[in-house]
Protein backbone atom coordinates (compact mmCIF):
# COMPACT_ATOMS: atom_id res chain seq x y z
CA UNK A 1 0.00 0.00 0.00
CA UNK A 2 2.11 2.99 1.33
CA UNK A 3 0.53 1.60 3.48
CA UNK A 4 -0.13 3.19 2.81
CA UNK A 5 1.08 1.62 3.67
CA UNK A 6 4.89 2.34 3.74
CA UNK A 7 6.15 4.43 0.56
CA UNK A 8 9.08 3.59 -1.87
CA UNK A 9 12.73 5.57 -0.86
CA UNK A 10 12.11 9.34 -1.34
CA UNK A 11 14.74 11.20 -3.61
CA UNK A 12 17.17 13.04 -1.45
CA UNK A 13 18.24 15.69 -3.66
CA UNK A 14 15.75 16.86 -6.10
CA UNK A 15 11.72 17.77 -5.54
CA UNK A 16 9.89 14.83 -6.68
CA UNK A 17 8.23 15.80 -10.30
CA UNK A 18 4.52 15.48 -9.66
CA UNK A 19 4.86 18.39 -7.18
CA UNK A 20 4.50 21.88 -8.34
CA UNK A 21 6.45 22.97 -5.48
CA UNK A 22 9.37 25.13 -5.00
CA UNK A 23 12.17 23.52 -2.98
CA UNK A 24 12.65 26.10 0.28
CA UNK A 25 15.36 27.16 1.82
CA UNK A 26 16.14 26.27 5.36
CA UNK A 27 15.87 29.71 6.27
CA UNK A 28 12.21 29.91 3.81
CA UNK A 29 11.00 26.77 5.97
CA UNK A 30 11.30 28.26 9.14
CA UNK A 31 9.97 31.57 8.30
CA UNK A 32 6.79 29.80 8.07
CA UNK A 33 6.71 27.29 10.63
CA UNK A 34 4.21 28.18 13.52
CA UNK A 35 6.63 28.40 15.78
CA UNK A 36 8.01 32.08 14.65
CA UNK A 37 4.56 33.01 16.15
CA UNK A 38 3.08 36.18 15.33
CA UNK A 39 0.86 38.56 17.71
CA UNK A 40 -1.95 40.09 14.91
CA UNK A 41 -5.22 37.79 13.86
CA UNK A 42 -3.44 37.77 10.54
CA UNK A 43 -0.44 36.38 11.44
CA UNK A 44 -2.26 33.66 13.93
CA UNK A 45 -4.52 32.81 11.05
CA UNK A 46 -1.36 32.66 9.02
CA UNK A 47 0.51 30.26 11.55
CA UNK A 48 -2.16 28.00 11.38
CA UNK A 49 -2.66 27.98 7.65
CA UNK A 50 1.45 26.77 7.92
CA UNK A 51 1.03 24.22 10.20
CA UNK A 52 -1.47 22.71 8.60
CA UNK A 53 0.33 22.60 5.32
CA UNK A 54 3.19 20.76 7.07
CA UNK A 55 1.16 18.34 8.51
CA UNK A 56 -0.36 18.26 4.78
CA UNK A 57 3.31 17.68 3.44
CA UNK A 58 4.48 15.31 6.42
CA UNK A 59 1.21 12.91 5.90
CA UNK A 60 1.48 13.40 2.26
CA UNK A 61 -2.00 13.86 1.87
CA UNK A 62 -2.81 13.12 -1.97
CA UNK A 63 -1.54 9.97 -1.77
CA UNK A 64 -4.24 8.72 0.47
CA UNK A 65 -6.38 8.64 -2.85
CA UNK A 66 -4.02 5.82 -3.26
CA UNK A 67 -5.16 3.45 -0.16
CA UNK A 68 -9.51 3.27 -0.65
CA UNK A 69 -9.05 1.05 -3.57
CA UNK A 70 -6.89 -1.45 -1.55
CA UNK A 71 -9.83 -2.61 0.39
CA UNK A 72 -12.87 -1.71 -2.41
CA UNK A 73 -10.62 -3.89 -4.53
CA UNK A 74 -10.16 -7.00 -1.73
CA UNK A 75 -13.92 -6.65 -0.73
CA UNK A 76 -14.96 -7.01 -4.50
CA UNK A 77 -13.30 -10.06 -4.61
CA UNK A 78 -15.47 -11.62 -1.50
CA UNK A 79 -18.63 -11.58 -4.34
CA UNK A 80 -20.02 -9.35 -1.58
CA UNK A 81 -21.49 -5.24 -2.02
CA UNK A 82 -19.25 -3.33 0.03
CA UNK A 83 -20.80 -2.79 3.70
CA UNK A 84 -19.91 -1.30 6.95
CA UNK A 85 -17.07 -3.21 7.67
CA UNK A 86 -15.59 -2.14 4.19
CA UNK A 87 -15.81 1.56 5.39
CA UNK A 88 -14.07 0.55 8.71
CA UNK A 89 -11.42 -1.51 6.63
CA UNK A 90 -11.08 1.73 4.50
CA UNK A 91 -10.43 3.98 7.54
CA UNK A 92 -8.33 1.25 8.85
CA UNK A 93 -6.04 1.53 5.86
CA UNK A 94 -5.93 5.35 6.12
CA UNK A 95 -4.76 5.07 9.68
CA UNK A 96 -1.78 2.45 9.04
CA UNK A 97 -0.76 4.59 6.20
CA UNK A 98 -0.46 7.69 7.21
CA UNK A 99 1.38 6.18 10.30
CA UNK A 100 3.56 4.84 8.01
CA UNK A 101 4.08 8.43 6.34
CA UNK A 102 5.18 10.02 9.87
CA UNK A 103 7.29 7.39 10.78
CA UNK A 104 8.95 7.87 8.01
CA UNK A 105 10.01 10.83 8.26
CA UNK A 106 10.47 10.46 12.01
CA UNK A 107 13.59 7.79 10.89
CA UNK A 108 15.30 9.68 8.49
CA UNK A 109 15.06 12.83 10.20
CA UNK A 110 18.85 12.85 10.67
CA UNK A 111 19.28 12.51 6.85
CA UNK A 112 16.80 14.70 5.86
CA UNK A 113 18.54 17.31 7.65
CA UNK A 114 21.10 17.57 5.63
CA UNK A 115 19.71 16.70 2.10
CA UNK A 116 16.15 17.78 2.51
CA UNK A 117 16.43 21.03 5.10
CA UNK A 118 12.85 21.98 3.56
CA UNK A 119 10.99 18.99 4.30
CA UNK A 120 8.65 19.82 8.13
CA UNK A 121 10.91 18.17 10.56
CA UNK A 122 14.18 19.35 10.11
CA UNK A 123 12.53 22.68 8.86
CA UNK A 124 11.41 23.11 12.60
CA UNK A 125 7.57 23.32 11.46
CA UNK A 126 6.71 20.06 13.28
CA UNK A 127 8.38 18.73 16.13
CA UNK A 128 9.88 15.13 16.04
CA UNK A 129 8.21 13.78 18.87
CA UNK A 130 5.20 14.91 17.35
CA UNK A 131 5.42 13.20 14.35
CA UNK A 132 6.61 9.68 16.33
CA UNK A 133 3.32 10.35 18.65
CA UNK A 134 1.08 11.24 15.60
CA UNK A 135 2.69 7.40 13.88
CA UNK A 136 1.79 5.78 17.42
CA UNK A 137 -1.76 7.45 17.40
CA UNK A 138 -2.51 6.63 13.78
CA UNK A 139 -1.20 2.67 14.40
CA UNK A 140 -3.68 2.62 17.09
CA UNK A 141 -6.15 3.95 15.67
CA UNK A 142 -5.96 1.90 12.84
CA UNK A 143 -6.11 -1.37 14.97
CA UNK A 144 -8.67 -0.30 17.02
CA UNK A 145 -11.06 0.48 13.67
CA UNK A 146 -9.70 -3.33 11.97
CA UNK A 147 -10.82 -4.69 15.45
CA UNK A 148 -14.41 -3.08 15.11
CA UNK A 149 -14.52 -5.02 11.05
CA UNK A 150 -14.13 -8.17 12.91
CA UNK A 151 -11.53 -10.89 14.55
CA UNK A 152 -10.30 -11.80 10.82
CA UNK A 153 -9.67 -8.08 9.59
CA UNK A 154 -7.83 -7.45 12.61
CA UNK A 155 -6.23 -10.60 11.86
CA UNK A 156 -4.39 -9.16 8.95
CA UNK A 157 -4.13 -5.57 10.04
CA UNK A 158 -1.78 -6.49 13.05
CA UNK A 159 1.01 -7.74 10.40
CA UNK A 160 0.49 -4.87 8.41
CA UNK A 161 0.69 -2.32 11.10
CA UNK A 162 3.94 -4.58 11.83
CA UNK A 163 5.09 -4.61 8.81
CA UNK A 164 5.13 -1.10 8.28
CA UNK A 165 7.39 -0.12 11.10
CA UNK A 166 9.69 -2.45 10.30
CA UNK A 167 9.72 -1.14 6.51
CA UNK A 168 10.38 2.39 8.29
CA UNK A 169 12.69 2.04 11.06
CA UNK A 170 14.32 -1.14 9.50
CA UNK A 171 14.31 -2.36 6.29
CA UNK A 172 13.98 0.20 3.90
CA UNK A 173 17.69 0.02 2.77
CA UNK A 174 18.04 -3.49 3.17
CA UNK A 175 17.66 -5.56 0.01
CA UNK A 176 14.51 -6.85 1.98
CA UNK A 177 12.69 -3.12 1.58
CA UNK A 178 10.94 -3.68 -2.05
CA UNK A 179 9.74 -7.11 -0.58
CA UNK A 180 8.42 -5.85 2.60
CA UNK A 181 6.50 -2.67 0.74
CA UNK A 182 5.08 -4.90 -1.70
CA UNK A 183 4.04 -7.23 1.97
CA UNK A 184 2.30 -4.59 2.96
CA UNK A 185 0.46 -3.20 0.18
CA UNK A 186 -0.94 -6.95 -0.68
CA UNK A 187 -1.60 -6.98 3.21
CA UNK A 188 -4.21 -4.16 3.00
CA UNK A 189 -5.90 -5.57 -0.22
CA UNK A 190 -6.85 -8.38 2.26
CA UNK A 191 -7.71 -6.28 4.76
CA UNK A 192 -10.60 -5.41 2.20
CA UNK A 193 -11.60 -8.86 1.91
CA UNK A 194 -11.51 -10.30 5.24
CA UNK A 195 -13.68 -7.29 6.80
CA UNK A 196 -16.24 -7.80 4.24
CA UNK A 197 -16.00 -11.79 3.79
CA UNK A 198 -14.17 -12.70 6.57
CA UNK A 199 -11.93 -14.74 4.60
CA UNK A 200 -8.40 -13.77 2.88
CA UNK A 201 -8.24 -16.86 0.31
CA UNK A 202 -10.30 -15.09 -2.77
CA UNK A 203 -8.41 -12.06 -2.52
CA UNK A 204 -5.06 -13.64 -3.01
CA UNK A 205 -4.93 -13.71 -6.74
CA UNK A 206 -5.69 -9.57 -6.72
CA UNK A 207 -3.29 -8.99 -3.28
CA UNK A 208 -0.12 -11.16 -5.66
CA UNK A 209 -1.33 -8.35 -8.39
CA UNK A 210 -1.04 -5.65 -6.28
CA UNK A 211 2.25 -6.92 -4.66
CA UNK A 212 4.15 -7.44 -7.80
CA UNK A 213 3.02 -3.82 -9.05
CA UNK A 214 4.17 -2.05 -5.69
CA UNK A 215 7.66 -4.34 -5.87
CA UNK A 216 8.69 -3.19 -9.70
CA UNK A 217 7.81 0.57 -8.21
CA UNK A 218 9.72 -0.03 -4.91
CA UNK A 219 12.72 -1.34 -6.35
CA UNK A 220 12.67 1.17 -9.47
CA UNK A 221 12.41 3.71 -6.72
CA UNK A 222 16.20 2.90 -5.54
CA UNK A 223 17.25 4.97 -8.47
CA UNK A 224 16.06 8.49 -7.76
CA UNK A 225 18.65 9.72 -6.71
CA UNK A 226 21.49 8.56 -8.37
CA UNK A 227 19.75 6.85 -11.34
CA UNK A 228 21.65 3.78 -13.20
CA UNK A 229 20.98 0.87 -14.73
CA UNK A 230 17.83 0.83 -16.93
CA UNK A 231 17.71 -2.50 -15.70
CA UNK A 232 15.39 -1.68 -12.56
CA UNK A 233 12.59 0.22 -15.23
CA UNK A 234 12.74 -2.68 -18.21
CA UNK A 235 11.67 -5.29 -15.40
CA UNK A 236 9.26 -2.57 -14.13
CA UNK A 237 8.12 -2.28 -17.86
CA UNK A 238 7.97 -5.94 -18.90
CA UNK A 239 5.54 -6.42 -15.35
CA UNK A 240 2.95 -3.96 -16.57
CA UNK A 241 2.51 -5.26 -19.22
CA UNK A 242 2.32 -8.59 -17.97
CA UNK A 243 -0.02 -7.41 -14.86
CA UNK A 244 -2.08 -5.39 -17.69
CA UNK A 245 -2.76 -8.63 -19.54
CA UNK A 246 -4.23 -10.30 -16.42
CA UNK A 247 -6.30 -7.73 -16.13
CA UNK A 248 -8.20 -8.43 -19.43
CA UNK A 249 -8.73 -11.49 -18.54
CA UNK A 250 -12.50 -12.58 -19.43
CA UNK A 251 -15.26 -13.67 -16.50
CA UNK A 252 -14.92 -17.03 -15.39
CA UNK A 253 -11.09 -16.84 -15.41
CA UNK A 254 -9.20 -17.90 -11.81
CA UNK A 255 -9.61 -15.33 -9.73
CA UNK A 256 -12.63 -13.69 -11.41
CA UNK A 257 -16.28 -13.75 -11.29
CA UNK A 258 -18.98 -13.37 -13.64
CA UNK A 259 -20.58 -9.98 -14.09
CA UNK A 260 -24.67 -9.66 -15.02
CA UNK A 261 -23.00 -6.84 -18.08
CA UNK A 262 -20.11 -8.85 -19.08
CA UNK A 263 -19.56 -6.32 -22.63
CA UNK A 264 -19.69 -3.48 -20.57
CA UNK A 265 -17.32 -4.83 -17.91
CA UNK A 266 -15.39 -6.25 -20.43
CA UNK A 267 -15.07 -2.84 -21.87
CA UNK A 268 -14.38 -1.35 -18.48
CA UNK A 269 -11.61 -3.93 -17.80
CA UNK A 270 -10.02 -2.88 -20.89
CA UNK A 271 -10.02 0.83 -19.97
CA UNK A 272 -8.76 0.51 -16.70
CA UNK A 273 -5.75 -1.63 -17.96
CA UNK A 274 -5.04 0.66 -20.40
CA UNK A 275 -5.26 3.81 -18.09
CA UNK A 276 -2.94 1.29 -15.86
CA UNK A 277 -0.24 1.11 -18.31
CA UNK A 278 0.15 4.44 -19.83
CA UNK A 279 -0.05 5.88 -16.10
CA UNK A 280 3.10 3.44 -15.26
CA UNK A 281 4.55 2.19 -18.55
CA UNK A 282 4.97 5.64 -20.22
CA UNK A 283 7.54 6.94 -17.35
CA UNK A 284 8.80 4.09 -17.03
CA UNK A 285 10.35 3.26 -20.42
CA UNK A 286 11.54 6.99 -20.81
CA UNK A 287 13.32 6.48 -17.50
CA UNK A 288 14.58 2.91 -19.39
CA UNK A 289 16.40 5.17 -21.85
CA UNK A 290 17.55 7.65 -19.93
CA UNK A 291 17.75 5.90 -16.52
CA UNK A 292 18.62 9.89 -14.89
CA UNK A 293 17.61 10.55 -11.52
CA UNK A 294 14.73 12.79 -12.83
CA UNK A 295 12.83 10.43 -15.36
CA UNK A 296 13.43 7.87 -12.46
CA UNK A 297 11.65 9.71 -10.14
CA UNK A 298 8.53 10.70 -13.10
CA UNK A 299 8.47 6.53 -13.23
CA UNK A 300 8.07 5.85 -9.52
CA UNK A 301 5.49 8.92 -9.29
CA UNK A 302 3.52 7.14 -12.48
CA UNK A 303 3.85 3.56 -10.75
CA UNK A 304 2.30 5.80 -7.64
CA UNK A 305 -0.40 7.01 -9.18
CA UNK A 306 -1.04 3.90 -11.31
CA UNK A 307 -2.20 2.10 -8.03
CA UNK A 308 -5.66 3.42 -8.61
CA UNK A 309 -6.42 2.39 -12.27
CA UNK A 310 -4.80 -0.83 -11.10
CA UNK A 311 -7.46 -1.38 -8.20
CA UNK A 312 -10.03 -0.46 -10.23
CA UNK A 313 -9.40 -2.64 -13.03
CA UNK A 314 -9.40 -5.62 -9.89
CA UNK A 315 -12.69 -4.82 -9.05
CA UNK A 316 -13.68 -4.79 -12.43
CA UNK A 317 -12.11 -8.35 -13.18
CA UNK A 318 -14.05 -9.54 -9.90
CA UNK A 319 -17.19 -7.92 -11.41
CA UNK A 320 -17.92 -4.96 -9.05
CA UNK A 321 -17.95 -2.33 -11.72
CA UNK A 322 -19.33 0.21 -9.44
CA UNK A 323 -16.37 -0.23 -7.24
CA UNK A 324 -14.03 -0.20 -9.84
CA UNK A 325 -15.99 3.31 -11.36
CA UNK A 326 -15.92 4.87 -8.00
CA UNK A 327 -11.91 3.82 -7.56
CA UNK A 328 -11.16 4.88 -10.63
CA UNK A 329 -12.95 8.60 -9.48
CA UNK A 330 -10.61 9.37 -6.93
CA UNK A 331 -7.23 9.67 -9.82
CA UNK A 332 -8.80 13.42 -10.86
CA UNK A 333 -8.26 14.08 -7.07
CA UNK A 334 -5.56 12.52 -6.99
CA UNK A 335 -3.82 14.12 -9.66
CA UNK A 336 -4.65 17.65 -8.55
CA UNK A 337 -4.13 17.59 -5.21
CA UNK A 338 -0.29 16.16 -6.16
CA UNK A 339 0.41 19.19 -7.92
CA UNK A 340 0.21 21.14 -4.66
CA UNK A 341 1.42 18.42 -2.04
CA UNK A 342 4.16 15.34 -3.16
CA UNK A 343 2.55 12.31 -3.37
CA UNK A 344 6.48 10.97 -2.45
Same mark, same amino acid.
Given at each position: MTPRSPRPNRPTTTSPPQSSIPRQSQSQSRSQSPRAGTTSGAGAGAGAGAGARAWAELL *??? $? +?? &???? #????? $? $? &?? !????? /? *??? +? $??????????? !????? #??? #???? #????? /??RPLPSGRIHPSAALVAAGTLTAAGLALAARAGRPALAVAAPLAATVWAYDLALKRTPAGPAAMATARGLDLLLGATATGGSARPALPAALTLATHTLAVTTVSRGET?????????????? &??? +?????? *??PGAPGTAPSRHPAAASSLRTVLAAAFVTTSGRPLLHAALNPSPPLTQRAVGGGIRAMIPLQAALAARSGALASALLTAALAPAARRFARKVSVT
Amino acid at each position: MTPRSPRPNRPTTTSPPQSSIPRQSQSQSRSQSPRAGTTSGAGAGAGAGAGARAWAELL *RLP $A +LF &TVPG #DALAG $A $A &TT !GNRPN /P *RTL +L $AIASSLCLYEA !GMALN #DWA #DQTE #DALER /PHRPLPSGRIHPSAALVAAGTLTAAGLALAARAGRPALAVAAPLAATVWAYDLALKRTPAGPAAMATARGLDLLLGATATGGSARPALPAALTLATHTLAVTTVSRGETRGGSPLAPLAALAA &TGT +LAWTLT *RPPGAPGTAPSRHPAAASSLRTVLAAAFVTTSGRPLLHAALNPSPPLTQRAVGGGIRAMIPLQAALAARSGALASALLTAALAPAARRFARKVSVT
